[in-house]
C-alpha cells in the first residue's frame, strides 16, 4: 500500500539551478495538487491538476512549472531556483466529482527544499 | 475567490470538547466545506466535509450554518494527539476543475 509518494525528502540547491521534485500515487486519483509550505504558514496551491494532460495554476504559479503525462505522477519543476522558494513542498491526490460529496485529499509526507 | 477565515489559535483542556469556528462569507451553492488538520512535522490529513447539513465521523462533527456562511467544526473530547493546526477550507468547482485553497488556520493547543 504503497499511497502517493514525494521525493526527495529533502534537497540543498543553489540559486540558478534547476530542481525537480517528484509525486507519485498508486491509487489512479484523477486530481492531484501541489502546495508549498512556507515556515510558520498555511499552504499555498502552486498548481493542480484534473486528469492527464490537463494542469492549472493555483495561487502562486510563478517559478514553478508542472506536467502530468501519466495519471500516476505529478512532477514539479523549479526552472531557476531562488531562494524565496525555500519552502516543504506537499503534493496531494483525490478523486473528485462534481456532483459527489466525497473529495478527501492524500497528502505525501513533504518535500523540503532549500535554495542556497 | 472563496476565502476562509479563522482565528490563530485557541487553547482546550484536555477531554473537553473543542468547537473550532470559520467565517466562509463569499461561499457559493456548489462550495463544499472541508477540514484538515496538520501534525507537527506532517502532512495535513482529513477531518471532516459537508455542503449544507450537519456531519458526523469518528474523529469530528461539522455544524454548517444555515446561510452557509460559516461553519464549526467540533471535536467532543479533546486529547493531547489532537494538538494541530485545523485548516477550514472550500473545494470550489470551477471550469478547471476542483480547488482547494487553504488559509492561514487555527492553532489548536490542548492542555493536559
Known amino acids: 500500500d504503497a499511497g502517493i509518494t514525494q521525493s526527495p525528502r529533502y534537497k540543498i540547491t543553489e540559486t540558478g539551478r534547476q530542481v525537480t521534485l517528484m509525486c507519485h500515487q498508486t491509487?489512479?486519483?484523477?486530481?492531484m495538487f501541489w502546495y508549498r509550505q512556507d515556515l510558520g504558514h498555511g499552504l499555498r496551491l502552486i498548481y493542480y491538476?484534473?486528469?492527464?494532460?490537463?494542469?492549472d495554476k493555483g495561487e502562486v504559479p510563478d517559478g514553478y512549472v508542472v506536467s502530468r503525462s501519466k495519471t500516476e505522477n505529478f512532477p514539479l519543476t523549479l526552472e531557476s531556483a531562488t531562494r524565496s522558494q525555500t519552502s516543504v513542498y506537499f503534493c496531494?491526490?483525490?478523486?473528485?466529482?462534481?456532483?459527489?460529496?466525497?473529495?478527501?485529499?492524500?497528502f505525501g509526507e513533504g518535500s523540503r527544499l532549500t535554495v542556497l | 475567490d472563496a476565502k476562509t477565515t479563522q482565528p490563530n489559535s485557541m487553547e482546550s483542556n484536555e477531554e473537553e470538547p473543542v468547537h473550532l469556528p470559520c467565517n466562509h462569507s463569499?461561499?457559493?451553492?456548489?462550495?463544499?466545506i472541508h477540514w484538515y488538520r496538520q501534525l507537527p512535522s506532517q502532512g495535513p490529513e482529513y477531518v471532516i466535509h459537508?455542503?449544507?447539513s450537519n456531519v458526523n465521523n469518528r474523529m469530528a462533527s461539522l455544524a454548517i450554518a444555515e446561510d452557509r456562511k460559516s461553519s464549526t467544526l467540533i471535536l467532543h473530547r479533546a486529547t493531547l494527539r489532537d494538538a494541530a493546526v485545523y485548516y477550514c477550507?472550500?473545494?470550489?468547482?470551477?471550469?478547471?476543475?476542483?480547488?482547494?485553497?487553504f488559509g492561514g488556520g487555527t492553532r489548536l493547543m490542548v492542555k493536559p
Open positions: 496531494a491526490s483525490s478523486v473528485f466529482g462534481r456532483s459527489s460529496g466525497t473529495g478527501e485529499l492524500f
Open positions: 491509487w489512479s486519483h484523477s486530481y
Open positions: 491538476s484534473a486528469a492527464a494532460d490537463i494542469t
Open positions: 463569499t461561499i457559493s451553492g456548489t462550495d463544499y
Open positions: 459537508g455542503l449544507t
Open positions: 477550507i472550500l473545494r470550489v468547482t470551477n471550469n478547471a476543475g476542483n480547488m482547494l485553497t
